[in-house]
């Protein structure tokens, strides 16, 4: 596909006709430094490159370079390739209904032209000199013969320079970072015969060298560490054929964060993929949690769209429930044909630092003293996952213990929730509360009740209290998360974490704040991590504090799914109702609600 792409002697690019124009005209597709890398990078994978090498400054607002080892283009070609909607990859409105390359719209350089200043330095192999072409907002202002190495560099300086409302919107230079990091480190999954190189400020941020397979840049990209959790996936049909890797249930994450998904060699976001892998775990992971996933899809370009975004980062499939429940059934497959249940491992006594803590499950306190890693839970046998009793317990007993530390403060005004006049009747679904007050059926969400009841307890008292660690834990990051860590690192040192860098992608934790009592695994703080990943732009440090925060509470609160028992949910309500504001949790959602008898009347028609 692309060698024959570029083993054409003639000139390749073309302007298109209004009508195939008009189908494809996407709009803006430069929204953010990451938009500009990625259409670059399509443009380096479809010119059949081996090497590409990313440069930036200024968090890629300053500059950004993108350096490929591909088949280069002719002065002709340099020289239409910054009007929109000129492109060698497609000829008529029915190429559309088989794109076989990355790029496609022929919008990307005049995008990118249209908000910086873009210079493009290409040859081809048979060509003697090579060309270099300048542009910006005004269009091409020069076009001159130059010496070159055979392939394409583009240098994009001054991003947004004439549209500075789209730089006010910019998130921090790290997050930035993070987004391209991100982008390339996909791209190195999905691509392992390119190597890719990452450069930020002068520093070496991602090296992903050429390799055989996609789990030989798993390795390199995420650590040993999840690559010895994944099962192999290869599953083919009449439709799809499937293959890369998911996780056993051992490793999870609180978002997606740890899922990649290709089409066609295309990084896409798929919801409807993550779901279709997560009903193949059935029961093997619990609420909320999501396992790690690298999966390529190899599908009939005739039955995938797209087209309906401009980033090209969605697709529509006109067979989308039966490519999905092929997804879910090689899940199935691989994880009912694997060993699931995680094995006792014991520490080395000579070893500092060991990679995984697990809280034990029963009182024999030698077993945590010599480190012996007691499993939670055995995944052979699908059961409804219920967090242990004893977690509960520990949860609730910790922001007890912060509250009874803090002076009650006078509110301006009494709650009307007052928890005498509370009568607790019992538990719904394990995640509701279900009591009577003044004549009210009252329903309390657990969950974010106590995420109240920790996030005001961590407010008024950021110097908590912290508790070293019996035994380090040991963080092996990937390049997207060790970026987005290191922003955030000063204001969780300054809540209680301990975190010191330990090798090139390892980070040590040595102490933790009090309320998580003691650290059942890594997860607590790679969810802190993948939390912190998804919040929008930062003004300051005070919001910076406030998703910290709110993050901590939401991680040491009682989960949805814990079955309480009645004098735990009245110790909850207690608690509840010493909050300056008890009905909503830091994330704005309800922490309860109430029926009156009439309401109640009305719902069962009731007339007397």
Same mark, same amino acid.
């Given at each position: ?14 302007? @298109?006709?209004?009508?195939? +124009?008009?189908?494809? &005209?996407?709009?803006?597709?430069? #929204?953010?430094?990451? *938009?500009? /890398? !990625?259409? @670059?990078?399509?443009?380096? +994978?479809?010119?059949? &490159?081996?090497?590409?090498?990313? #440069?930036?400054?200024? *968090?890629? /607002? !300053? ?45 990307a350089l005049s995008s990118m032209s249209a908000v910086a200043k873009v210079t493009l330095t290409t040859r081809r192999s048979r060509d003697v000199a090579g060309t270099k072409v300048t542009a910006g907002s005004d269009g091409v202002e020069s076009i001159s013969e130059v010496g070159a190495p055979v392939g394409t560099t583009v240098e994009v300086a001054d991003l947004f320079h004439s549209t500075p409302a789209r730089r006010k919107y910019l998130k921090s230079s790290r997050t930035e970072l ?368 406030g998703h910290v925060f709110s993050t901590m509470a939401c991680r040491a609160a009682i989960k949805a799914g814990a079955v309480c028992n009645k004098e735990q949910m009245a110790d909850l309500i207690r608690q509840l109702k010493n909050c300056k504001n008890p009905y909503t949790c830091p994330h704005g959602r309800p922490t309860m609600i109430s029926f009156a008898r009439e309401e109640l009347d009305r719902m069962f028609k009731r007339t007397g």
């Amino acid at each position: 596909m692309v060698d024959d792409a570029c083993d054409v002697d003639s000139n390749r690019i073309h302007l @298109l006709d209004e009508s195939t +124009i008009s189908k494809i &005209a996407a709009g803006e597709v430069i #929204e953010r430094p990451a *938009s500009a /890398v !990625k259409e @670059l990078l399509d443009n380096s +994978i479809d010119a059949g &490159a081996t090497e590409i090498k990313v #440069e930036i400054e200024g *968090s890629g /607002v !300053k500059k950004i370079s993108v350096r490929d080892n591909g088949c280069g283009m002719s002065h002709v070609d340099a020289s239409m390739a910054f009007k929109k909607h000129t492109t060698s990859k497609l000829s008529s409105i029915d190429d559309l209904e088989t794109v076989h390359t990355l790029g496609f719209r022929g919008e990307a350089l005049s995008s990118m032209s249209a908000v910086a200043k873009v210079t493009l330095t290409t040859r081809r192999s048979r060509d003697v000199a090579g060309t270099k072409v300048t542009a910006g907002s005004d269009g091409v202002e020069s076009i001159s013969e130059v010496g070159a190495p055979v392939g394409t560099t583009v240098e994009v300086a001054d991003l947004f320079h004439s549209t500075p409302a789209r730089r006010k919107y910019l998130k921090s230079s790290r997050t930035e970072l993070a987004h391209i990091t991100e982008v390339l480190t996909n791209y190195a999954i999905a691509h392992p015969n390119i190597s890719f190189t990452l450069i930020n400020e002068g520093k070496i941020v991602l090296r992903s060298p050429a390799t055989a397979n996609m789990f030989d840049n798993i390795v390199h990209i995420h650590g040993a560490e999840v690559a010895r959790s994944l099962v192999p996936i290869v599953w083919e049909n009449d439709l799809v054929k499937i293959s890369g890797y998911v996780s056993k249930p051992e490793l999870s994450r609180s978002g997606s964060d740890l899922q990649s998904f290709y089409i066609n060699g295309r990084s896409i976001s798929s919801k409807a993929i993550s779901n279709a892998i997560r009903l193949g775990y059935y029961t093997l992971l619990p609420k909320g949690r999501y396992p790690a996933a690298f999966l390529s899809l190899k599908i009939d370009p005739s039955i995938v769209d797209v087209n309906v975004h401009p980033r090209k980062t969605e697709v529509r499939l006109s067979h989308e429930k039966e490519i999905m429940d092929a997804v879910t059934a090689a899940v199935e497959k691989a994880l009912s044909s694997t060993h699931l249940v995680p094995e006792i491992k014991v520490k080395d006594k000579h070893s500092p630092i060991q990679k995984v803590l697990y809280e034990p499950v029963d009182e024999d306190e030698n077993k945590f003293q010599n480190n012996i890693q007691v499993p939670t839970r055995v995944f052979e046998e699908p059961a409804p996952y219920h967090p242990p009793t004893k977690d509960t317990e520990r949860r609730l007993k910790a922001s007890s213990r912060l509250q009874s530390r803090l002076e009650s403060s006078p509110r301006e005004e009494e709650s009307a929730f007052v928890a005498d006049d509370v009568k607790v009747m019992g538990q719904f679904e394990d995640l509701y509360i279900v009591a009577e007050v003044e004549k009210k059926l009252l329903l309390i969400d657990q969950h974010a009740a106590h995420e109240r009841i920790m996030y005001e307890r961590v407010l008024d008292s950021r110097d908590m209290g912290w508790q070293e660690l019996l035994n380090p834990v040991t963080l092996e990051l990937n390049p997207k998360e060790k970026i987005i860590l290191e922003e955030f690192i000063p204001f969780l040192e300054e809540v209680g974490f301990s975190i010191s860098e330990f090798g090139p992608s390892t980070y040590v934790v040595t102490t933790v704040p009090i309320i998580f009592g003691r650290m059942g695994s890594p997860d607590v703080v790679h969810d802190i991590v993948s939390d912190l990943l998804s919040v929008g732009r930062i003004k300051d440090d005070t919001e910076i504090y406030g998703h910290v925060f709110s993050t901590m509470a939401c991680r040491a609160a009682i989960k949805a799914g814990a079955v309480c028992n009645k004098e735990q949910m009245a110790d909850l309500i207690r608690q509840l109702k010493n909050c300056k504001n008890p009905y909503t949790c830091p994330h704005g959602r309800p922490t309860m609600i109430s029926f009156a008898r009439e309401e109640l009347d009305r719902m069962f028609k009731r007339t007397g």
